[in-house]
């Protein structure tokens, strides 16, 4: 009796064994894929399907991953669309006064896990999408972050290179989907708030390098650094160099130090993640592991560095040890410690292929161990303008297509006048208050300030 059932069973196990090779199945992890997936999904109608919806709503004309997309980004944006290697694209006509004509909603899944049976160059694949809320592109780690992909794998038919070829057309789609924006990335709560991990928290448009008044040279050596670097991966692993790039920029606030590091993530088409280093959530992650799961090739920015030291991050000498913060005498685990950034920098388990961007208003308070050789290569200043700044942002508003001879002329007199010494910021901001005056009262009132 007992060998007849030990037979029944392994002869079950054989029969289920040998339907599954009938299949292969492909799961889909990586953040950008994931998100290219469930996009193509909503576009091609494939989630019609759903059960259970959460409605979210759109302006007439947008198809539902636009809708989802704008939903995703909140404020986001900025100046200048396009921008780097692409044309911009148009920017639709704002309006703040709706008729019931110009809303509609869409309908997300929500809620459940389903499976969807699509058809890719005639043949069947299944795809099982798992849904929290909405579709969120987060990193690995739970069974709401995965898409898996099922086909036929018998004889004569290649379910693999159809699984391989259906995510390579999904990825190039949301490729030139997004080709005019740039994905800033934040940690979030996930897991009841157990976990941190990486979200998309916006879709930007890129920033164009013509747009950002900078001194001479900074903004083209620059370009031409991380060209380098990023064309050189094999260079550095062929010498067993980590192929990583650090760079500060420090100067006075308003200068364009946040407005460069947008030109880079829109020349190069790279991600960009956004580390606040006062935020607690840092601390409770720990920002070694949180830099670790940063999208591959991102480019990492870290703000007001020299802030770390006031408010996110304690000092090597304000530590009990090199993994306990101390703050006003106790211990303080949610708060990122020098050593703890510093191993996040350039540690052995610190992440290859990415850029670091860090900013500062005075580079004088930083650590010394911090902006050695190996964790910032290149430095740079970016300072207040000067009369040929000031003429150019001033082009940047009034020029209008083609150039006016008139027009530059009112730029030099106008940079003559509001002197050196003010930042970039300070400037624009001034000319945009005062653009519908007249070229004199805004000569009179650059003379006042």
Not at 233 to 245: A, T
Request: charged share 25%; aromatic share 6%; net charge neutral.
């Amino acid at each position: 009796m007992y060998a007849l059932r030990y037979l029944l069973k392994k002869g079950q196990e054989g029969a289920w064994a040998s339907i599954l090779r009938l299949y292969v199945t492909v799961d889909v992890e990586h953040s950008g894929l994931y998100r290219a997936m469930a996009l193509w999904l909503s576009d091609t109608g494939t989630l019609d399907s759903s059960a259970f919806y959460k409605a979210l709503p759109k302006r007439v004309g947008t198809s539902d991953a636009e809708a989802m997309a704008s939903n995703r980004g909140g404020k986001g944006g900025g100046k200048g669309a396009g921008g780097g290697r692409w044309p911009a694209a148009p920017t639709p006509a704002k309006s703040y006064s709706l008729s019931p004509s110009d809303v509609d909603v869409c309908f997300l899944p929500m809620g459940c896990q389903e499976t969807y049976r699509v058809i890719f160059e005639g043949r069947p694949v299944w795809i099982t999408l798992t849904a929290e809320n909405e579709i969120r592109p987060r990193r690995p780690g739970s069974d709401q972050d995965r898409i898996r992909v099922q086909a036929l794998n018998v004889a004569g038919i290649d379910g693999r290179g159809l699984i391989r070829r259906l995510l390579v057309v999904v990825q190039t789609l949301a490729m030139r989907a997004s080709e005019n924006n740039v994905d800033l990335w934040h940690c979030v709560r996930t897991g009841n708030g157990k976990w941190v991990e990486w979200e998309i928290a916006a879709t930007i448009p890129k920033r164009p390098a013509s747009t950002v008044v900078l001194d001479d040279g900074v903004m083209e050596d620059l370009l031409k650094d991380v060209a380098k670097f990023i064309n050189r991966e094999e260079w550095y692993v062929s010498r067993n160099i980590p192929h990583r790039r650090g760079y500060l920029l420090e100067g006075p606030p308003g200068c364009g130090k946040t407005s460069l590091i947008r030109v880079v993530a829109s020349e190069f088409n790279l991600p960009l993640c956004c580390v606040h280093l006062k935020s607690s959530r840092v601390g409770e992650a720990g920002i070694e592991a949180l830099l670790q799961k940063a999208p591959e090739g991102a480019i990492i920015f870290i703000e007001d560095i020299d802030c770390a030291e006031q408010g996110g991050v304690t000092s090597r000498t304000g530590q009990v040890d090199s993994s306990i913060a101390v703050v006003d005498g106790q211990s303080d685990p949610d708060r990122v410690t020098m050593s703890e950034l510093l191993n996040a920098i350039d540690g052995l388990g610190a992440q290859t292929g990415r850029l670091l961007f860090m900013t500062t208003n005075h580079p004088e308070r930083l650590d010394d161990a911090l902006i050695r050789d190996g964790r910032i290569d290149r430095r740079y200043h970016l300072g207040k303008a000067n009369r040929q700044m000031a003429k150019r942002i001033f082009l940047s508003i009034f020029t209008d297509e083609p150039p006016c001879t008139a027009v530059d002329a009112q730029a030099e007199q106008f940079a003559k006048t509001i002197g050196e010494g003010r930042s970039m910021a300070e400037i624009q901001g001034f000319l945009v208050r005062h653009h519908e005056k007249s070229f004199e009262e805004i000569m009179t009132l650059a003379g006042e300030l």
